[in-house]
Structure formats: C-alpha cells, structure tokens
C-alpha cells in the first residue's frame, strides 16, 4: 500500500466511525485505555505553564487530560486530519470551557510548527496508522524542545505464549465482529485490527525513537503487552 493510499483509507475509516469511536474504543479495550492513559499522565509530570501538543488527538481526550494538567497559563494543541473527529474533540472543549486548549486540523507527516515550539507532543493510538512510523517519530522530534518528552500510548505484540495467540484472536476476529453488530462498520474495524497487528513491537519501536534521534526512551508494557508507552527525551 503506498503512503497515500494508506493516508486516504485511514482518512475514511475516521470520518465514518467519529460518532462511535468513543464508545467502541471503551468496548474494545474494556476501559483499559482509560487507566492506561492516565498512568502515562502520571508518569510525564506535567508541569503546569507548559506547552503541548497532542498529534493525531482524534477525539481530544488525552489534549483535554493535558489541558487540565497544563492549566490556564500553558497551551495545548490537538492536531488530526479528520474534520468529523475533530467536531467531536470541539464540542468536549466547549462543554469544558478549556481556553487553553485548541483543536487544528493537520497532517501528522509534516507538523505545521517551528523547531523546538513544544515542552510535551504526545501520540495516543495514532501511529499505527499514519503512512510512516519514522517520517512522523522525526517530525514530533523536531517540533520538541530540547529537553522536552515526547510519549506514545500505542498497541503492542504480547509476547508471552499462549496469551499473545489469545489477544492476536481477539484483535484479528472479534475487534471486526463488535465494529459490525455495535458501530455497523465491518470494514472499518478490520482496517483497525490490521494496522494494530502489523504495528512493531515495543524493541522494533522503541530502536526507531532512537534512530529519529531522542536520546532517552523509556518503555513500559501494560495489560500482559497488549499496549506499550514509549517515553522519550529530546
């Protein structure tokens, strides 16, 4: 699949499943994410007066997490290139009344920002998904302020026997089965089990953080490996 086959199908599945993407991702990972999210939220530190930016934010939660830690005085940008999911990530800030939080629409391989513009970019469920794990790892590099983190909540590859076959059938039948009878979106959700089966394991990605030049990665595996954060400093 070249890049921008994959960018257009990808654009297509998010435009289409925006209004169940919620509900479905709570479904499919039985709430997990939530602890998940927060626990990383709890590892970055957040200092407040900060500025960070939040690639491939879909429906804002983890930019409206930092906003909330960030507080008044910093900034937050989420930026993602569906409109649909951006409305949705919209009406969460309005509902919050969250000043210091902006939603752009953008391309994730080519951050529309200066140099070292931010203290925090972080990626949550995104990667998988974008044409070039690299083009983009460089690109939040870029963009980061030396000293600054850049953090990835993504799906992962368990590696202990048996439970790894057990989640790799999950993904590869079930994940589709609960997007046809919940969300009406077979296709969709298929695309989504593949690009979360194809993705690299927590040692391929975290050598790849490296190799888009962050000095520093930290890596920690969550529910048996099904999910990895990689912490990185620039």
Avoid at 45 to 54: M, N, P, Q, T, Y
Avoid at 146 to 156: A, R
Avoid at 186 to 200: G, K, V
Wanted: glycine share 6%; with cysteine.
């Amino acid at each position: 699949m070249t890049e921008q086959t994959k960018m257009e199908r990808v654009h297509h599945v998010f435009e289409k499943i925006s209004n169940q993407y919620d509900s479905m991702n709570s479904i499919i990972t039985f709430k997990r994410h939530l602890a998940w999210r927060q626990d990383v939220m709890k590892q970055m530190k957040v200092r407040e007066g900060s500025k960070a930016l939040d690639v491939c934010t879909g429906t804002g939660d983890w930019a409206i997490a930092l906003a909330n830690a960030i507080g008044t005085r910093g900034e937050v940008i989420g930026l993602d290139f569906s409109k649909n999911m951006l409305k949705i990530a919209q009406e969460k800030q309005e509902q919050q009344a969250l000043k210091q939080l902006t939603f752009i629409q953008g391309n994730a391989m080519e951050l529309p920002f200066e140099d070292h513009s931010f203290d925090y970019v972080t990626i949550g469920f995104g990667l998988r998904n974008v044409p070039d794990y690299s083009t983009v790892l460089r690109e939040m590099y870029r963009v980061t302020k030396p000293g600054g983190k850049v953090v990835c909540l993504e799906t992962s590859q368990p590696t202990l026997i048996g439970y790894r076959q057990l989640s790799l059938f999950y993904v590869r039948y079930i994940m589709p089965l609960l997007g046809k009878f919940i969300a009406k979106s077979y296709d969709e959700y298929s695309w989504l089990q593949e690009s979360a089966r194809n993705f690299p394991n927590k040692h391929v990605l975290k050598q790849m953080f490296l190799e888009s030049g962050f000095s520093k990665v930290d890596v920690k595996s969550y529910s048996g490996g099904v999910a990895a954060m990689h912490m990185a400093i620039k």
